[in-house]
């Protein structure tokens, strides 16, 4: 049975992460977040260059509009409902605008979870998916992608947890540890595992939730020993609750770096324009007013890039 005390904790930190809570501001990396001024959208001028390679017999799925499926869960600053619970901001959508913008087209977000934007994007559903994708050579075999942003993970444990530190693959022998299925962060995992288990070490146990507040609760009780994912994330909910804490980092391409793409259907011709606009908006200084306002600064790109080396590369 869980102690009266520790349901209440949960209870207020699953509230603030669910309501209008976001209204305050949260510091991540230094930066003070208001999401209410950050409702004000951050728009683009349109890209003559970016246009002029659209594909003449392009469809896209609405027509004039650039549809994107972005992750429909409250995951600050990536997405996060808007006081009315309709309206989806964060910077994932923010970029998108600015892709759509650039192309001249306006933007149709649509809310989806991540075992869906595969086959949305594959079949045409989606003309795009920005739900923090990151390359790697299995993906690159279905999609074609146009970089955004680095990827950066973290470990996060119990803000009164022992463990002091998670960066290396012995680290997380004997750990149960929350995790996305099919993310690269669990196929990184899983390598560190197998490692681990040749060398006579302990197997990690992956904890696999449906929601946010699922996470928190695993977390908090005691039934999971760490949280492994986006580091955007865990730092946002470390400094609004401070429940969590950082214990380790490690990039998503592990061993290599790997970035965070706009996912697109392989072989259509999006990916190059899309790419344009991004290089446009990131020259123009839209892309960094939208990083810098969600506190992702320390993850920009210099450049966005067409399929580049990623996990497993």
């Known amino acids: 049975m869980i102690k009266t005390s520790l349901l209440s904790g949960l209870f207020v930190a699953t509230a603030l992460l669910t309501s209008g809570a976001w209204a305050e501001t949260v510091t991540v990396n230094g930066t003070g977040i208001s999401v209410e001024a950050n409702a004000a959208p951050i728009h683009a001028p349109v890209n003559p260059e970016a246009v002029a390679q659209i594909p003449k017999d392009h469809r896209f799925a609405v027509p004039g509009k650039f549809t994107v499926a972005v992750a429909a ?71 074609d992608f146009a970089t955004y942003r680095q990827d950066s993970l973290g470990f996060y444990v ?29 196929a990184i995992l899983l390598a560190w595992d197998e490692a681990n288990q040749k060398k006579g070490l302990k197997p990690f146990t992956p904890i696999y939730v449906k929601d946010d507040a699922a996470q928190t609760l695993s977390l908090q009780s005691g039934r999971a020993d760490a949280y492994f994912g986006p580091n955007v994330i865990g730092a946002w909910k470390a400094a609004l609750t401070g429940q969590t804490k950082l214990v380790g980092s490690v990039d998503g391409g592990w061993p290599k770096a790997a970035h965070i793409a706009v996912t697109l259907k392989k072989g259509n011709g999006l990916v190059t324009p899309v790419n344009t606009a991004l290089n446009g908006v990131i020259k ?3 892309y960094d007013k939208v990083l810098n306002r969600w506190g992702e600064g320390i993850e920009r790109l210099d450049r966005s890039e067409i399929n580049p080396p990623g996990l497993g590369d």
């Open 284 to 286: 123009s200084g839209e």
């Open 158 to 186: 119990k803000s009164t947890s022992k463990i002091t530190s998670l960066k290396k693959a012995e680290d997380i022998a004997g750990l149960r540890i929350i995790v996305g299925s099919g993310t690269n962060q669990e």
């Open 73 to 143: 869960l409250n995951s600050p600053p990536l997405t996060l409902f808007s006081d009315d619970n309709k309206t989806l901001q964060g910077s994932e959508v923010d970029i998108a605008r600015l892709v759509a913008d650039s192309l001249g087209l306006e933007l149709n977000v649509v809310p989806t979870s991540w075992e869906d934007w595969p086959l949305g994007v594959s079949s045409g559903k989606y003309d795009a998916a920005i739900t923090n994708v990151t390359v790697t050579k299995e993906r690159k075999e279905k999609f």
